[in-house]
């Protein structure tokens, strides 16, 4: 009888970790899933910031002014045309 119980108790074991691993699973998934499509919005919006900066005179000098103040690492900023930013800056920005 004590050997029925104990091979019930470990399959049950192996059933919840089983499942256990098929949910961190789907969380992986879903997680992989949620960064693309963040990824694409950031995408799009930077295409229509990039298409508005073209179009409006007015709006090109506010846009770099904003990149000034957000872009932290130097091969961003290079990006940009944006000089590296002195130790100081750096962590003022951070």
Same mark, same amino acid.
């Given at each position: %009888?004590?050997?029925?119980? %104990?091979?019930?108790?470990?399959?049950?074991?192996?059933?919840?970790? =089983? &499942?256990?691993?098929?949910?961190?699973?789907?969380?992986?998934?879903?997680?992989?899933?949620?960064?693309? @499509?963040?990824?694409?919005?950031? @995408? #799009? &919006?930077?295409?229509?910031?990039?298409?508005?900066?073209?179009?409006?005179?007015?709006?090109?000098?506010?846009?770099?002014?904003?990149?000034?103040?957000? #872009? &932290?690492?130097? =091969?961003?900023?290079?990006?940009?045309?944006?000089?590296? #930013?002195?130790?100081?800056?750096?962590?003022?920005?951070?």
């Amino acid at each position: %009888m004590q050997g029925t119980r %104990m091979s019930k108790l470990k399959r049950l074991i192996e059933q919840r970790d =089983a &499942v256990s691993a098929r949910i961190k699973q789907e969380q992986n998934k879903l997680r992989a899933s949620e960064r693309r @499509i963040e990824t694409r919005r950031k @995408i #799009l &919006v930077g295409a229509a910031v990039l298409e508005w900066e073209k179009r409006d005179k007015e709006f090109s000098p506010r846009l770099m002014t904003e990149l000034r103040r957000f #872009l &932290v690492r130097d =091969a961003d900023r290079e990006l940009f045309g944006l000089p590296p #930013l002195q130790k100081k800056e750096k962590s003022d920005a951070a």
